[in-house]
């Protein structure tokens, strides 16, 4: 739990308890022993500061403001616990429709299923109508009874009753004007952000809802209408009029669902701009002087006239031992991130949106992915994703079960030999297990890697990065080794009209061996600082064979 938030009327932030713990840890759990035992604590550990955020520019009304209440400690400490329990047990509660806050399932599940059951009407030029309907002040308006009766209708037992009653009911805001609070206010209904019941709490609101629709208004919940909206798909005849009717906006496609694009494409520039004018905002304020070396590699277009990059991007991506920084490749990284997809459609076997895609899809032998995506669909999301199964199922290895789902010859088995070798008594279900995690699943750096291609190289990184030096430093030993310092020989391969040679000794080349190593001073300079350590030495042939004989020499060295 973060220890900087804002503190609580009381006044201790969650660092406190972490620093103190050994102090005053009895006391605390004292607290809990309390609270298990009667089901209630001292009412001032549920005071609250309450202060509102806008949620937009130039707020003026309430409604345009979020209240966010600053929570103690202490009970932040114990509903965090009761959380955790809750957690366990509600994916049991909540139907397979409902993906936030549920552990075991993740919210873009839904973007997943939206994006393709919307792919599916488009190609099929059926029109319809998406209804996205907002509940106004959702959590203000939860009704205490209702709650604790759906708590009981789901079979929780009578403390749990007691504990989530007393944690709902004794809290008391005091709002925050102009940062000084003013006095204190109870409350007879809804449940307070910040709080980690509170989403759990609504989701089982949310999930009687869904299946009550009729009894909305009974339990204190109405529909916003100024928010909600329909977005036509192709061509829907009286869509002003259906619009009248319900009472909402009309919007079009692409929209935003659940934070993320749905009905774009994901190569529109209209998705990411967005992204980009917080990225220019965050940029306007950098300035051209505060920027290292190593920084101006990435600035494009800075100053005036044509620079010359140093390194190749794809060079600068490879890891710090194959010549480059190990600045991740954002494409593949995105890749590699999707690859999380293919590994739950593969463990996942009960999951909506995976019933979705199989039955869009339809499934290769084993189930562990989709059946392959032809041409029609090539808006689709799980295309996208789908595409690097080739370089995902390289990195699979299989533990037969009952053999049913592991093919013979071309899956890779768990062991060595047969099937018959490998001891199968035909119980238990086949599983699938990621190569080099020793158990621990998928692994996003190890796919990445996979789909990082190779440069080759095989450099003496310690040599330039784990050194005592500054960075600037690390930095141009790294553009020496690599050979990227605008020396004449290099302006030359980037065809500038220049002559190569040495302006200091007049006769050689300007290359950077020459420079840092074979120049008369440069060879006297290192003769002379090898002669202080009493070593002898070869003069190598450029700068990475020097780095690399230092690094098979070092041992505890720090020469």
């Known amino acids: ?40 604590f001292e009412h001032s550990l549920n005071a609250t500061f309450l202060t509102l955020i806008p949620k937009k520019e130039n707020a003026f009304k309430v409604r345009d403001f979020r209240p966010i209440s600053l929570l103690g400690s202490v009970y932040k400490i114990m509903a965090k616990v009761l959380a955790d329990r809750l957690s366990v047990v509600l994916g049991h509660l909540v139907s397979s429709p409902q993906n936030a806050f549920v552990k075991g399932r993740q919210i873009t599940d839904s973007v997943l299923i939206a994006n393709e059951i919307l792919n599916s009407r488009l190609k099929d030029k059926l029109p319809g109508v998406i209804c996205k309907l907002d509940i106004e002040k959702a959590y203000d308006h939860v009704n205490w009874h209702f709650l604790l009766y759906l708590l009981e209708r789901c079979g929780f037992p009578g403390k749990w009753y007691q504990w989530i009653h007393f944690c709902i009911s004794t809290v008391r805001f005091s709002i925050l004007v102009n940062g000084s609070p003013e006095g204190f206010l ?15 709490l609504f989701v089982l609101i949310m999930e009687a809802l869904s299946r009550m629709m009729t009894k909305a208004v009974e339990e204190g919940l109405k529909i916003n209408l100024s928010k909600s909206k329909v977005d036509p798909v192709g061509q829907v005849p009286d869509i002003e009029l259906l619009a009248n ?22 190569k529109s520039k209209q998705i990411w ?34 620079k010359f990059h140093l390194m190749n991007w794809s060079q600068v991506c490879q890891p710090l031992q194959s010549g480059g920084l190990g600045i991740r490749n954002l494409r593949l990284f995105n890749r590699a991130l999707l690859g999380k997809w293919l590994w739950r459609f593969g463990n996942e076997r009960e999951t909506l949106w995976r019933q979705v895609i199989l039955s869009k899809y339809g499934s290769l032998p084993g189930g562990w992915t989709s059946g392959t995506i032809p041409g029609p669909y090539s808006v689709g999301l799980w295309k996208n994703i789908r595409k690097d199964w080739v370089y ?11 053999g049913t789902q592991v093919r013979f010859w071309t899956d890779p088995w768990c062991g060595i030999g047969t099937l018959k070798e490998s001891g199968a008594k035909g119980c238990g279900l086949d599983k699938v297990c990621w190569q080099g995690s020793l158990g621990k699943g998928f692994q996003v750096k190890l796919f990445y890697k996979a789909l990082l291609p190779s440069s080759g190289l095989s450099v003496p990184w310690k040599s330039i990065w784990k050194t005592k030096v500054p960075p600037r430093v690390s930095f141009f030993v790294w553009t020496a080794a690599m050979d990227r310092i605008l020396t004449m020989s290099n302006l030359r391969r980037r065809r ?8 200091m000794c007049k006769a050689n080349g300007e290359s950077m061996a020459h420079l840092l190593l074979h120049y008369p001073i440069a ?13 002898q030495w070869v003069m190598p042939k450029g700068v990475m064979e020097l780095l690399a004989c230092r690094q098979e020499g070092r041992g505890k060295s720090q020469i």
């Open 186 to 200: 109870g409350s007879t209904r809804g449940i307070h952000q910040g709080d980690p019941l509170s989403p759990l």
């Open 1 to 40: 739990m973060n220890g900087d938030k804002s503190p609580s009327p009381y006044g201790f932030p969650m660092s406190f308890f972490h620093a103190c713990w050994q102090v005053i840890k009895s006391d605390l759990m004292a607290v809990f022993d309390e609270f298990y035992a009667t089901g209630s």
């Open 273 to 306: 701009d967005p992204i980009l004018e917080k990225m220019e905002q965050k940029l306007a304020g950098w300035q051209r002087m505060y920027l290292s070396k190593g920084e101006e590699l990435f600035m494009r277009g800075m100053g005036e006239g044509k």
């Open 496 to 503: 500038v009209m220049v002559i190569d040679w040495c302006y």
């Open 245 to 266: 009717i319900m009472g909402c906006n009309i919007t079009y496609l692409p929209m935003s669902y659940l934070g993320l694009p749905l009905g774009a494409k994901f």
């Open 523 to 535: 060879t006297d300079l290192w003769n002379f600082i090898f002669r202080l350590f009493g070593l």
């Open 392 to 402: 995902f199922s390289r990195l699979l290895r299989f533990e037969v079960g009952d």
